[in-house]
Structures are given as structure tokens and as C-alpha cells.
């Protein structure tokens, strides 16, 4: 940045990280310097290898379908892209769907526990985070993903395709909590990750769920961490069904805000109970 003339305070507001995602670099620039927008994109692009397009943020993500809000400030003018991660592609346009690399601890996780020829349901599949390893790396039989977003579901079908397991992962388009019990299947394993919380879904959830089968409960604790108060939601919501959830474990997935944590329960059902 040492040709830009920049006050001292300027240049305390310097962007000091950024988001890759693909060949495209996402960062944030305080409003005090936007106007210097072309000028940071092109050192930006210059200076980290095999970039094509950097974007600005110009605001948080927002809408019903939480989409982005960024802006091209250097480089080509698409925000579409490919984004390798964990031998596995995500192809999305970064100005229409959300994309967190924060959760890749958690996604081989969730893997490692699913056994042979299980049914999984992923509720709120986005473009695929949970359900393309999933498909690729467990022994899964059937994972059906429900995805309400028409951009979301566009680019999960694509990236099921791109991935080659079509044979595997089922797309749907739709409200989970209409196309859950449309499904005409049980559920050995639901994957529930909305944020901050995905509470109001859990009636379709326990439509469908088997016996001794276990649902990923995705949503935020404040400094209290009294995850106690997420099982018993769990809990209500399974009562009128002859249910009960018995807690598996629990773990902070990444902070969310400061002093909240976006954190996951496992529970399994408790309705013959067999652990094994």
C-alpha cells in the first residue's frame, strides 16, 4: 500500500486479513476507505498467488436466504468459482450463497460417525458443506438434501455432479419441514445446521426420525454454556411423539460473536434405547 497517500489513521484501518475462497479474495474495508477500493484490489491481487478477483464486503449477510453482500473492486468480472477443499469441489457464486471454512473439522467429523447404509437427512443442505462428504467419504447409503434456496439448490446440484455422486446424494428444492415427511423414508441420522437456530424445524424432524437415531443440533450458547436448556428444546419438541433424546455429546464448532459460540449437540432417541 506504499503508494497510497494515506493518513496515519488511514492506515491504522487497513484491511489485516481476507477470506479465499476459490481464486477469489474476500475482504473487509472500513467505509473511511473505500475510496481507496480500486487501489487496495489491485495490491490485493498482485500479492496473493493465483487470485482472479477480489471483492469488498459492503455489508453483512442479510435475507431470508442470506445472501452476501460484496462488491468486485480487481481483477475479472465474475464472482462465480471453484473452491477445493478437503478433496472435495464447491463450485458457487460468492455474491449468491454463503460459503463458511470454518466448519471442516466438524464436516470430517459428522463423517467418521455415520455407519454402513445409513439414511441421512440434511435439513438445510446449502450447497452441500455436510452432505458432499457425505456422499464421498461415508458409508452412507441414502443422503437426501433438502435445500430451500433456489440459488443454494442450483449449485448443490452442481456440485453433487461435479463431485460424481449422483448415485448417492439426492437435491431437494424445498421447505424441510413439508419435504421431510414427503420423504417416505425413516431417518437414521438428521443433520440440523441452522444458525442461530434451527428449533423451529424440529417437529419435522421428529416425524421422521428412527428409533436409536441420532440427530447433529446445530445453534449458538451464550457465556453460560448451559447446553442443558438446547436438550431440553430437543426435548419439547419430542415429547407429543412418545420420544425422549438421551445427550451423546456436545462441542463448540467455532465462535459465532463475541462471548457466543455456534456450538452442536448430538442426541440420539431414546425410544428403544439401544447404545451400542
Known amino acids: 500500500m506504499e503508494n497510497l497517500e494515506l493518513t496515519k489513521k488511514e492506515s491504522s484501518l487497513l484491511p489485516s486479513s481476507y477470506q479465499k475462497i476459490g481464486n477469489i479474495v474476500i475482504v473487509n474495508i472500513k467505509k473511511e476507505l473505500w475510496k481507496y477500493d480500486k487501489e487496495i484490489g489491485k495490491v490485493i491481487l498482485e500479492n496473493i498467488p493465483s487470485t482472479r478477483t477480489v471483492c469488498r464486503r459492503t455489508d453483512f449477510i442479510t435475507g431470508q436466504f442470506r445472501q452476501p453482500n460484496i462488491k468486485i473492486i480487481a481483477g475479472k468480472d465474475s464472482m462465480e468459482t471453484i473452491h477445493k477443499e478437503n478433496e472435495i469441489s464447491y463450485k458457487l457464486d460468492v455474491s449468491k450463497v454463503m460459503f463458511s471454512k470454518g466448519n471442516l473439522t466438524e464436516r470430517k467429523r459428522v463423517i467418521s460417525q455415520v455407519k454402513e447404509d445409513e439414511i441421512v437427512v440434511d435439513m438445510f443442505a446449502g450447497i452441500g458443506y455436510f452432505s458432499l462428504g457425505l456422499g464421498k467419504f461415508s458409508k452412507a447409503k441414502k443422503i437426501y438434501a433438502i435445500e430451500i434456496n433456489p440459488e443454494s439448490y442450483h449449485y448443490l446440484w452442481e456440485n453433487i455432479k461435479l463431485n460424481q455422486i449422483e448415485n448417492k446424494v439426492v437435491p431437494i428444492l424445498g421447505d424441510c419441514k413439508k419435504e421431510c415427511v414427503s420423504l417416505g423414508e425413516k431417518a437414521d441420522r438428521i443433520l440440523m445446521g441452522l444458525i442461530p437456530s434451527p428449533k423451529d424445524y424440529l417437529d419435522a424432524a421428529m416425524k421422521i ?55 452442536v449437540l448430538d442426541v440420539i432417541n431414546a425410544k428403544n434405547f439401544n447404545r451400542i
Not at 441420532?214 to 419438541?237: V, W
Open 209 to 263: 426420525i428412527k428409533p436409536n437415531g441420532i440427530i447433529h443440533y446445530h445453534s449458538i450458547l451464550g457465556e453460560d454454556k448451559i447446553h442443558d436448556k438446547l436438550l431440553f428444546e430437543i426435548n419439547d419438541a419430542a415429547v407429543k411423539y412418545g420420544m425422549e433424546f438421551n445427550l451423546l455429546s456436545w462441542k463448540k464448532v467455532k465462535s459465532y460473536a463475541p462471548k457466543i459460540d455456534h456450538v
